[in-house]
């Protein structure tokens, strides 16, 4: 394996540290008012997910070596295909294009301070009667509040989907902590639902397919990477155990921004993950070309 790829995994697995499940999740649990008596559970929700994208891996990598072996090769001769690299590169380039994608146009009408899912809750219960939840409703009105500030006419449809996402979440979050292994079928359900959107996971799996290395070192490859991808949380929980309640400024303005940056930051994984499919692509059809920047 060459350092070009372990930057390549890091910069993947660093990519995944950003998504709901590993990210989102860890920041709201960290939020609640009783944080400091469920950083033990949050650590271990985060292990949960972390065994959770490493059997998937295992699978992945285990089919791809079959299918190395009806083929007559390794894992890797399913990369060597080229029908797989033509569809490598059809692949990238449109997820490439797609990531270009202006979304500074689908703004949404102006709503009310009051219309947010996340906003309502301080609005029915005064602080005395706000329970466990009030300190995630009250960032989450926190962040939408410097949201419609931000964009000066209102929440964007964009985040007022975003937020509709997490008062979700966080009635799920709010069942599973008061239910025996809650945290453990959240990790899970965090996980399947985001099966359809691990690109960067993908991108990595096929990474080590083609990098040749073997089974048993790819495996031992998927761990570091999963260690790697549950690291920023980790810290949190860490900081979390330290500083107690003077770590809510910085997690509220963490969530706000996780909220405003959601739909740009698909766009900027879907980005980066086409350019790598599309560089593998290219590299394999044409390797001598002098046009082509990924060749031999």
Excluded at 169 to 190: D, K, N, T, V
């Amino acid at each position: 394996m060459t350092p070009e790829t372990f930057v390549q995994l890091g910069v993947l697995a660093l990519i995944d540290s950003t998504s709901i499940g590993t990210l989102v999740i860890p920041v709201w649990l960290l939020m609640r008012r009783d944080a400091g008596r469920t950083t033990g559970k949050v650590a271990t929700y985060l292990g949960a997910v972390g065994v959770f994208y490493f059997v998937i891996g295992l699978l992945l990598l285990s089919g791809a070596a079959g299918l190395g072996r009806v083929l007559g090769g390794g894992a890797a001769s399913v990369f060597e295909l080229p029908a797989v690299q033509v569809l490598l590169v059809a692949a990238g380039a449109g997820m490439l294009i797609w990531s270009f994608k202006d979304t500074s146009l689908k703004g949404g009408k102006p709503v009310p301070a009051q219309a947010g899912p996340a906003q309502t809750a301080p609005a029915q219960s005064g602080p005395a009667q706000a329970g466990e939840d009030a300190g995630v409703a009250g960032a989450a009105a926190a962040g939408a509040g410097a949201t419609a500030s931000a964009t000066g006419t209102g929440a964007t449809a964009s985040v007022q989907r975003s937020l509709a996402t997490e008062h979700r979440w966080q009635r799920r979050i709010g069942e599973a902590l008061h239910s025996r292994g809650g945290l453990l079928g959240l990790a899970l359900l965090a996980g399947v639902l985001e099966l359809p959107t691990m690109l960067p996971y993908l991108a990595a799996v096929g990474l080590l397919t083609s990098s040749g290395i073997g089974w048993s070192a790819s495996a031992g490859m998927l761990v570091l990477y999963c260690l790697v991808m549950l690291l920023p949380a980790a810290v949190l929980v860490l900081a979390r155990g330290l500083l107690g309640k003077r770590l809510d400024g910085p997690l509220e303005r963490l969530r706000a921004w996780l909220t405003k940056a959601s739909g740009e930051a698909v766009l900027w994984i879907v980005g980066i993950v086409g350019f790598l499919l599309l560089r593998a692509g290219l590299a394999g059809l044409f390797p001598d070309a002098s046009w082509n920047p990924f060749g031999g």
